[in-house]
């Protein structure tokens, strides 16, 4: 992995391209050099969506793999 310096105006643009609030930069690099892939950033509501689940999962409220194995008899 390399570190490279970029200006604040880059990263305000990069910030603006992300298709989720916390999208790491080197996905958003990726997308930008692989033209094939849809460049449509994700609805507000998916992305409302997605800030509510990793509130739930912030909050503890989940179960795990191990738990939902137990409560389902499946081991």
Same mark, same amino acid.
């Given at each position: +992995?390399?570190?490279? !310096?970029?200006?604040? %105006?880059?990263?305000?643009?990069?910030?603006? @391209?992300?298709?989720?609030?916390? =999208?790491?930069?080197?996905?958003?690099?990726?997308? @930008? +050099?692989? *033209? %094939? =892939?849809?460049? !449509?950033? @994700? %609805?507000? !509501?998916?992305?409302?969506?997605? *800030?509510? %689940?990793?509130? !739930?999962?912030?909050?503890? =409220?989940?179960?795990?793999?191990?738990? @939902?194995?137990?409560?389902?008899?499946? =081991?």
């Amino acid at each position: +992995m390399a570190t490279i !310096e970029i200006t604040r %105006s880059n990263r305000d643009r990069l910030n603006r @391209l992300r298709r989720y609030p916390r =999208e790491p930069y080197r996905t958003i690099v990726r997308r @930008l +050099m692989d *033209q %094939s =892939e849809d460049p !449509e950033p @994700l %609805s507000p !509501e998916t992305i409302a969506d997605i *800030q509510a %689940s990793l509130d !739930e999962i912030r909050r503890g =409220e989940f179960v795990t793999h191990e738990e @939902l194995k137990r409560d389902l008899g499946i =081991e």
